[in-house]
């Protein structure tokens, strides 16, 4: 017991060791990829200008269940296109029951733009659901999310509905 015990009090002394004087780490190489980052339209840091949408229950919410399921089938479809023409990088619900739906990511500028992309939207326009929308800074990386989802997604969103 006591040779375990002077073991382990040897093997934490020389952790707490390790810890107090870190050796000295190369810097890591940063990768940068200029030609990637101008095609992703990233500043400096890598990052660009979004338009956030969170979604919310709209105020006409008393369709019939066949309407109802009618609107999240073009909801789900209009999502699909605008992520294929790239102006959606980012898409999807919240898992609970808070006052957000979910949240869009739109590959653009201007708060207008979104609001354009959004009334296209057969549940926005039907009411039962409204967009809130804000400018946000993100990683240009985003830009690479759809089609990597599509290299890992077995069905479009309107077949699994």
């Known amino acids: 017991m006591r040779i375990a015990l002077a073991l382990g009090s040897g093997l934490f002394a020389a952790a707490c060791a390790a810890?107090?004087?870190?050796?000295?780490?190369?810097?890591?190489?940063?990768?940068?990829?200029?030609a990637l980052?101008?095609?992703?339209?990233?500043?400096?840091?890598?990052m660009k200008a979004y338009v956030v949408a969170f979604l919310?229950?709209?105020?006409?919410?008393?369709?019939s269940p066949d309407e109802a399921k009618a609107l999240?089938?073009?909801?789900?479809?209009?999502?699909?296109?605008m992520a294929d023409e790239g102006s959606l990088v980012l898409a999807?619900?919240?898992l609970d029951d808070g006052p957000y739906a979910g949240?869009?990511?739109?590959?653009?500028?201007?708060?207008?733009?979104?609001?354009?992309?959004?009334?296209?939207d057969p549940a926005i326009k039907a009411g039962r659901l409204e967009m809130?929308?804000?400018?946000w800074y993100g990683s240009?990386?985003?830009?690479?999310?759809?089609?990597?989802?599509r290299r890992i997604q077995r069905t479009s969103l309107t077949d699994a509905k």
Do not use: C, S, W
């Open 103 to 120: 949240i869009y990511v739109f590959a653009v500028k201007t708060v207008e733009e979104a609001a354009a992309l959004t009334a296209t």
């Open 140 to 149: 240009a990386a985003l830009g690479e999310l759809t089609p990597l989802h």
């Open 72 to 81: 999240m089938a073009g909801h789900l479809a209009n999502i699909e296109r």
């Open 19 to 34: 810890h107090a004087t870190p050796a000295a780490a190369p810097a890591p190489a940063t990768g940068y990829d200029a």
């Open 37 to 46: 980052a101008e095609r992703l339209g990233a500043d400096e840091l890598g």
């Open 56 to 63: 919310k229950p709209g105020p006409n919410r008393d369709q």
């Open 92 to 94: 999807g619900p919240f």
């Open 132 to 135: 809130e929308l804000h400018p």
